[in-house]
Nanobody
Framework: QVQLVDAGGGLVQAGGSLRLSCAAS????????VGWFRQAPGKDREFVIA????????NDADFAKGRFTIARDYAKNTAYLQMINLKPEDTAVYYC?????????????????WGQGTQVTVSS
């Protein structure tokens, strides 16, 4: 079992940047896929981006391309979501998740463990 703690959210103006972190404890997730999802008010949780345990392959949603990147620091057992050129429609609670089954999934069902979420608010 791994525990994930999301952090780094906040209020930012449109065009700004944020870096979210996802720290793991209880089990190393160096062999897991790490994904980020987000949920805006009144909407379903949606996939943002994911990275394989090796770091060599990523999967990202169309809205994330060119603006969001994912990285992992194995020594710190932490993954990051770097977001640039943020837009008001990016406002949501962002969740990290881990999958220990070797997939590079984009659905919630493919992930075993979840963080508690961190709020990102982008003002216009």
């Amino acid at each position: 079992q791994v525990q994930l703690v999301d952090a780094g959210g906040g209020l930012v103006q449109a065009g700004g940047s944020l870096r979210l972190s996802c720290a793991a404890s209880g089990r190393t997730f160096s062999r897991s896929t790490v994904g980020w999802f987000r949920q805006a008010p009144g909407k379903d949780r949606e996939f943002v981006i994911a990275i394989m345990w090796s770091g060599g392959h990523t999967n990202d949603a169309d809205f994330a391309k060119g603006r969001f990147t994912i990285a992992r620091d194995y020594a710190k057992n932490t993954a990051y979501l770097q977001m640039i050129n943020l837009k008001p429609e990016d406002t949501a609670v962002y969740y990290c998740a881990a999958d220990f089954n070797g997939r590079l999934g984009s659905t919630m069902e493919e992930y075993d463990s979840w963080g508690q979420g961190t709020q990102v608010t982008v003002s216009s």
